[in-house]
């Protein structure tokens, strides 16, 4: 997958890992997929609330080690 | 889009937190939120206020807290309502009447503050929020 930007929350909690994604989304432009690496268990679910929120589309999670990788793609 | 209404009541980190990230949080997701500090919690508004005490009945688990915000694992309070503010949808309410017996003036706030209102205001702006939250 085509990643445009990455975000990098490792070892951050809650809300941080959120935030950082929210402030990524900003600089982004629509069709940009995003990646962001969290070690925040809550982080996926977290993710996918805010994305079906605002509109934005979690395409994929991935779990290497103790991180989360969450791909999302920015739309509209 | 649901609405949120937050009042807090202490400006002891452990009320702090929890009142901002959800604050936070909510706004951005996209949601109306909107926080109203009284009595105590008036007091983190202060420009010349430090936040670093929890209640007193978790002193035990300070340390912890101010461990988590020092290694950079949670960020301070004040950086979470910063950037619910940068969304334009969290609002920031201080008590008049707080205001008035502890003698704190509008220049002495934070300028997060959006506007100083007495209760019948706050209950007009919050009277159509899904979620209202008491926190002392």
Known sequence: MKVDIVVDARYK?????????????????????????ATDPSAPQDIREWASSVGHKVLNVEKVDETYQ????VLG | MPKISIIVSSEKLDKLFPAVTL??????????????????????????????????????????????????????????????????????????????????KAEDLLEYVDEIVGAASFLGKAKDSDINLFIS
């Open chain 2, 23 to 104: 604050a936070t949080t909510a706004a951005v997701m996209g949601w109306e939120s909107e926080i109203f500090f009284t009595f105590w919690g008036l007091l983190a508004l202060k420009k010349d206020y430090e936040a670093k005490d929890v209640s007193s009945d978790y002193k035990v688990y300070e340390d912890g807290l101010r461990r988590a915000v020092n290694s950079g694992a949670m960020p301070s309070w004040l950086e979470i309502l910063e950037q619910g503010k940068k969304t334009g949808r969290l609002k920031v309410y201080a008590c008049s009447t707080t205001m008035s017996f502890l003698g704190v």
């Open chain 1, 13 to 37: 909690s809650c809300p941080g890992p959120l935030l950082a994604l929210a402030e990524a989304v900003k600089k982004a432009g629509p069709g940009h997929i995003i990646m962001l690496l």
């Open chain 1, 70 to 73: 969450i791909y999302v793609e």
